[in-house]
Nanobody, 119 residues
Framework: QVTLVESGGGLVQAGDSLRLSCTAS????MAWFRQPLGKEREFLAA????????YYADSVKGRFTISRDDAKNTVYLQMNSLTSEDKAVYYC????????????????WGQGSQVTVSS
């Protein structure tokens, strides 16, 4: 059983940056998803358990960056140039080894962090 604890959400203004953190109980492949109110959960980015491979959704490529600090078992999502379209609950997720973009492939989830962007 992998436990994930998120931090870093909040209220920002359009154009601002924000960094989310997710600390895992062990070293695993991790990802970030988001779910706007009333919409489906959307894959954003993932990084494999060795840290050597990352994968991004086209919608955030070049604007969001995923990274990890293995000494802390922590993964980060750096989000830049935020807009009102980025308002959502952001979730980190974990699974062994391979990266998948479908939420159902990820068995472990963080508690969710609300990100609100004011215009």
């Amino acid at each position: 059983q992998v436990t994930l604890v998120e931090s870093g959400g909040g209220l920002v203004q359009a154009g601002d940056s924000l960094r989310l953190s997710c600390t895992a109980s062990e070293r695993v492949t991790m990802a970030w998803f988001r779910q706007p109110l009333g919409k489906e959960r959307e894959f954003l980015a993932a990084i494999n358990w060795t840290g050597g491979r990352t994968y991004y959704a086209d919608s955030v490529k070049g604007r969001f960056t995923i990274s990890r600090d293995d000494a802390k078992n922590t993964v980060y999502l750096q989000m830049n140039s935020l807009t009102s379209e980025d308002k959502a609950v952001y979730y980190c997720a974990a699974r062994p080894h391979a990266i998948f973009t479908t939420p159902t492939a990820w068995p472990y989830w963080g508690q969710g962090s609300q990100v609100t962007v004011s215009s």
